[in-house]
């Protein structure tokens, strides 16, 4: 008798401790968007968005938009090349609050002179569910004005406007700023593209048939 309370002391233990364990993974937005990448049809592409999500969470400036966007849509691979006219397109998948609700489709033309090609992950959080419904209405557009904040994971992290040199951030810059309600982050995976502006971006959007 004295064994099975012994017994049942330990399993309780054990199961408050792997409770406790599961409640913080769910808590934790980052574990809840990689817990969601299950629901994505191809393992390919599944671990794809997966990764692409846990590269952008080791950014510690990422770390409040991860933990107070409405939602977030991930592109883990957007490819970009041309000579005169860039072209790029990519596959995107959509969070809102943790789940998996669609899929995106981003395109985009630019005249100017750049060269060579890239390719880049890109990141999109939402603030609020009104820029999130405005994004899945399915005719999403970034204006001429749009810009991205390119991000380097290491060390010392650094994230700097599209475009310009890449600086150092602060704990007093570490603050979510949106811009109409978007927050926009790319991270390169290789190769070499003169102009990498995300202004002119299109937007398709497809809901998961549950």
């Known amino acids: 008798m004295k064994f099975l309370k012994n ?10 401790t792997l409770s406790s364990v599961l409640s913080a993974q769910a808590a934790n937005p980052v574990e809840k968007l990689r817990a969601a990448c299950r629901g994505i049809e191809k393992e390919k592409d599944a671990l794809a968005v ?14 409040a938009y991860f933990e107070n966007s409405y939602g977030v849509a991930v592109f883990p ?20 609050e943790g789940e998996l609700v669609g899929i995106s489709k981003v395109t985009q033309l630019s005249v100017g002179f750049q060269w060579g090609g890239q390719a880049f ?5 939402f603030e609020d ?5 405005h994004f899945t ?10 810009s991205a904040v390119a991000v380097t994971v290491g060390v010392n992290a650094q994230v700097s406007t599209s ?12 603050k979510t700023d949106y811009t109409d309600g978007v927050a926009v ?16 971006q299109k937007f398709s959007f497809q809901p998961l048939n549950r």
């Open 7 to 16: 017994y049942a002391v330990v399993f309780a233990l054990v199961l408050g």
């Open 77 to 96: 691979t957007i490819g970009k090349g041309g000579l005169g006219i860039g072209a790029s397109h990519g596959a995107g998948w959509v969070f809102r």
């Open 50 to 63: 997966e990764q692409a999500i846990v590269v952008f969470s080791e950014v510690p400036q990422l770390k």
């Open 185 to 200: 982050f790319t991270m390169e995976k290789g190769g070499l593209m003169y102009e990498a502006a995300i202004a002119g």
């Open 129 to 133: 569910e009104t820029a999130f419904r």
């Open 163 to 174: 475009g310009g040199s890449n600086a150092g951030i602060g704990k007093a810059q570490a």
């Open 121 to 125: 992950r890109q990141i999109i959080f």
């Open 137 to 146: 209405s399915g005719n999403y557009e970034f204006g001429a004005q749009a």
